[in-house]
Nanobody
């Protein structure tokens, strides 16, 4: 299984970005998928997850601002990030839950004026 994230970049506070994660290999639409982030000097944080039926869970820090979605036909998971804050600056990675659990390479998101 390979997970490839894209869509990061530099954005001003209050701006928006949309991240994409393309999954390839032995995957199933039943897998729970998620996005996590890690800022320098901080622990990795799971910010959002989505189940096969579309059930979503968000960290309190992003609730109301971030939206996770998936397109099973395209094997892609998205993270729409609105009202971005400087504290959202981190490397964002997608993950597939299961045994084993898979992680993809991250994409840098920088929120700065």
């Amino acid at each position: 299984v390979q997970l490839q994230a894209s869509g990061g970049g530099l954005v001003q506070p209050g701006g928006s970005l949309r991240l994409s994660c393309l999954a390839s290999g032995k995957i199933s639409s039943q897998n729970v998928m998620g996005w996590s982030r890690q800022a320098p000097g901080k622990q990795r944080e799971l910010v959002a997850s989505i189940g096969s039926a579309g059930y979503t869970i968000y960290a309190d820090s992003v609730k109301g601002r971030f939206t996770i979605s998936r397109d099973n036909a395209k094997n892609t998971v998205y993270l729409q990030m609105n009202s971005l804050k400087p504290e959202d600056t981190a490397v964002y990675s997608c993950t597939m839950f299961g045994s084993p659990r898979y992680w993809g390479q991250g994409t840098q998101v920088t929120v700065s004026s």
